[in-house]
């Protein structure tokens, strides 16, 4: 612990110092539309068919940087222009090109059932598929001389995944940053062990089983600001309902109980793991974090060993990336040193 305290007390006095983009107070509809007209203008969309032929959508923006390319992995149920403000500050750190795509089921991708507001995956595996065919089909089209890797919640349990049951990834990826990866999802107010019982119980029926989970059955977005789990930055958080309410039906709902099936199903994957993944990563906690569990990180890093950097962001709830200037330019500057420094 004294260790990883003094690497992070180092690493946050050698951070470069230069701005990101506009600070959270000038956050509003018009910095909302010039963002989107950037990336109207700068950026490309594309599809391709991932695993039983459903579309997967995806987002590719170019800029002028020379660091090397990232690849972006979204949470559950995000699209991609959640992102935009992220992409924009990436570009601006020097990044380019910058790559992400909707998961199955969500954002502009295909949907899996008839109702486009339930969050739904047949089989968790499908999103590591569907990740590999995105590498393989547009990212390692072009010859980028570096791509970096940075994730979000789900997105780091499936790039997590991806990396774990690929040895060679390494040869892909120079380094890889995840922001509160979903290694073992936070059930409270029930038990872990309770919920996965029920969860499987609830999935031996097809109907039970694309039933809403308890309490998710409105979207954050639409909630009130207070007490909302996933930022403290009230700017951030109106700007992605107004994101939400414009977008439509590329948001959804909330997860259904296959999807909470499915994500405990993940866990033990961890867990049992007993190889190590040959790429350094950086693996950064929100330690406000109510929705997946911190001490499952901390074991999995820990067994990764020097493969793995760990930092705990502090004031900071699930979103780091969504979080106040203060909490996301640091975290972006963490990500920004250690993909530069020759660790």
Same mark, same amino acid.
């Given at each position: 612990?004294?260790?990883?305290?003094?690497?992070?007390?180092?690493?946050?006095?050698?951070?470069?110092?230069?701005?990101?983009?506009?600070?959270?107070?000038?956050?509003?509809?018009?910095?909302?539309?010039k963002?989107?007209?950037?990336?109207?203008?700068?950026?490309?969309?594309?599809?391709?068919?991932?695993?039983?032929n459903?579309?997967?959508?995806?987002?590719?923006?170019?800029?002028?940087?020379?660091?090397?390319?990232?690849?972006f992995?979204?949470?559950?149920?995000?699209?991609?222009?959640?992102?935009?403000?992220?992409?924009y500050?990436?570009?601006?750190?020097?990044?380019?090109?910058i790559?992400?795509?909707?998961?199955?089921?969500q954002?502009?991708?295909?949907?899996?059932?008839?109702?486009?507001?339930k969050?739904?995956?047949?089989y968790?595996?499908?999103?590591i598929?569907?990740?590999?065919s995105?590498?393989?089909?547009v990212?390692l &089209?072009?010859? @980028? %001389?570096? +791509?970096?890797?940075?994730?979000?919640?789900?997105?780091? #349990?499936?790039?997590? $995944?991806?990396l774990?049951?690929?040895?060679?990834?390494?040869?892909?990826?120079?380094k890889?940053?995840?922001?509160s990866?979903?290694?073992?999802?936070n059930?409270?107010?029930?038990?872990?062990?309770?919920?996965?019982?029920?969860?499987?119980?609830?999935?031996?029926?097809?109907?039970?089983?694309?039933?809403?989970?308890?309490?998710?059955?409105?979207?954050?977005?639409?909630e009130?600001?207070?007490?909302n789990?996933?930022?403290s930055?009230?700017?951030?958080?109106?700007?992605?309902?107004?994101?939400?309410?414009?977008?439509?039906?590329?948001?959804?709902?909330?997860?259904?109980?296959r999807?909470?099936?499915e994500v405990?199903?993940?866990?033990?994957?961890? &867990?049992?793991? @007993? %190889?190590? +993944?040959?790429?350094?990563?950086?693996?950064?906690?929100? #330690?406000?974090d109510s $929705?997946?569990k911190?001490?499952?990180?901390?074991?999995?890093?820990?067994?990764?060993?020097?493969?793995?950097?760990?930092i705990?962001?502090?004031k900071?709830?699930?979103?780091?990336?969504?979080?106040?200037?203060?909490?996301?330019?640091?975290?972006?500057?963490?990500?920004?040193?250690?993909?530069?420094?020759?660790?």
């Amino acid at each position: 612990m004294i260790i990883k305290l003094f690497l992070a007390i180092t690493l946050l006095f050698s951070l470069p110092q230069k701005a990101l983009s506009i600070p959270e107070g000038q956050i509003n509809k018009d910095w909302d539309k010039k963002l989107f007209q950037f990336m109207e203008r700068n950026g490309k969309t594309g599809n391709f068919q991932g695993v039983d032929n459903k579309r997967i959508n995806h987002f590719k923006i170019k800029g002028k940087g020379k660091k090397g390319a990232i690849l972006f992995v979204s949470g559950q149920g995000e699209p991609y222009i959640k992102y935009f403000e992220l992409f924009y500050d990436l570009l601006n750190l020097g990044y380019s090109p910058i790559y992400t795509l909707d998961h199955r089921g969500q954002g502009y991708s295909e949907r899996i059932l008839k109702d486009p507001k339930k969050g739904y995956i047949d089989y968790f595996e499908n999103y590591i598929k569907d990740f590999s065919s995105f590498i393989e089909k547009v990212v390692l &089209k072009k010859k @980028n %001389k570096n +791509i970096f890797l940075i994730s979000h919640s789900t997105g780091g #349990a499936i790039s997590l $995944l991806y990396l774990m049951e690929n040895e060679n990834s390494h040869r892909i990826f120079k380094k890889a940053a995840f922001c509160s990866p979903l290694i073992q999802l936070n059930t409270r107010p029930f038990n872990f062990t309770l919920t996965k019982w029920m969860a499987k119980i609830f999935c031996k029926s097809t109907f039970l089983c694309r039933m809403y989970a308890p309490g998710k059955a409105k979207f954050n977005a639409y909630e009130s600001f207070k007490n909302n789990p996933l930022t403290s930055n009230e700017k951030r958080w109106y700007q992605t309902q107004r994101i939400s309410k414009k977008a439509g039906d590329v948001w959804f709902n909330g997860p259904t109980m296959r999807w909470v099936n499915e994500v405990n199903k993940v866990y033990p994957r961890f &867990k049992n793991f @007993n %190889k190590k +993944i040959k790429m350094p990563f950086l693996l950064l906690q929100a #330690a406000q974090d109510s $929705l997946v569990k911190p001490r499952p990180q901390e074991e999995f890093c820990k067994k990764m060993n020097k493969s793995c950097k760990f930092i705990r962001i502090q004031k900071s709830r699930h979103e780091i990336l969504m979080e106040k200037d203060l909490v996301r330019n640091k975290a972006l500057k963490y990500i920004d040193h250690f993909f530069n420094s020759k660790i």
